[in-house]
């Protein structure tokens, strides 16, 4: 599993920055971007994003 971005619902709000206990997102160029490295799949950035840009995904 993965967390995973959807670039057209997302607008770059950075909520989903700010709710991530372990930094592992970041804006770049407007968008969201996951550091899968970092994440450790607790889905607490999915219910943060107003736009519902962010969901758990099967790789
Ligand atoms: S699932 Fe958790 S650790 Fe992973 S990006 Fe979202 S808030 Fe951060």
Do not use: S
């Not at 770059?12 to 996951?34: D, R, S, Y």
């Amino acid at each position: 599993m993965k967390i995973a971005i959807d670039k057209k619902l997302c607008n770059g709000n950075g909520l989903c920055v700010k709710a991530c206990p372990v930094g592992a997102i970041t804006l770049k160029n407007g968008q969201a971007v996951i550091d899968h490295e970092k994440c450790d799949l607790d889905g607490i950035c999915i219910p943060a994003c107003p736009n519902e840009a962010i969901a758990l995904e099967d790789e």
